[in-house]
């Protein structure tokens, strides 16, 4: 594998086999996660994905556990009103230090991820969260006309990154080229830490028959934002990459990536990765193999 493609993809997945579609039970999930961080695809892995209410079940599966602290992203447990999330966000800081001490440094949690409210100002839901901001926390915001304003608001306070939902079970759940390349310029202009989560099991955009949609591709969305980084690339530029379906067009090498002859060095890459984080995938399998389809990785080593 090429040293551009391991600085653009390394640890960039936070393995979530207990969501849809996999839908995991969290034993099955757990293990599954370990078998990944023991194989040759361990590169690609970082934090385990587990839900707030799961943490106690989770704590007990780690109770004899003698390796490395499993790292953890807890996804908050689900709030409609501004009263429910202030409820919610204790109830949740406390089952995470319970957690802690239950596991005594079997396990880390790291970062916190919930959703902002429906017609809530950010503002609103930031100071609810702000007792968790010892943790690395990520407001998923909707695709909507107020979403730049959003991302701004999130922008103002340095512990708190951005999250965007990039696919789902039925076509609506998928953003399109245009909305997730805003997403994208606005979090790298701003110097917004950001995640994605679900609908990227493939390295390019790809047309899934079963759900009758588009999925993003993980290197697409990548490339797109490294670019913004390297380039300055406008917003109907990003779209551009991000509706890009020919494997010629991304070419990875010894100290940086091409995309259609337009060359990105190694400390781009480094840059946009500081900003995006991780995406949350139910598969591992499923990136590794379309990386190999591509000839860019064989499968069984790095």
Known sequence: MSAALSALLDGIIDYAGLFPPAKLDLETALRTYFKHLKGPEKWLVSRFVCPAGE???LGELLKDYKGEPVLVT???????????????AEQDAEAIQTFHGETDGAAEVQAYETRAIHDVPIGKCVDILSPLAELDVFLEVPWSDHQVDDLHAIAEHDWLGAKGRTGGLVPPEFPSASALAVFLHECMS???????TAGMHHPLRHYDALIGAHQHGFLNVACAATLIEAMDFSKSEVEEVLLNENPGSFVFGSDS?????????????????SLFLSYGSCSVEDPILGLASLGLIQVGSR
Do not use: C, H, W
């Not at 701003?190 to 994605?196: A, I, Q, T």
């Open 190 to 196: 701003l110097d917004l830490r950001f995640k994605l």
């Open 74 to 88: 807890v996804i908050g447990s689900r709030a409609t009103s501004v009263s429910e999330l202030r409820q919610v």
């Open 257 to 273: 990536f091409a995309y259609n002859n337009l060359e990105v060095d190694l400390a781009s890459i480094e840059d946009m990765r």
């Open 55 to 57: 943490l106690t079940n």
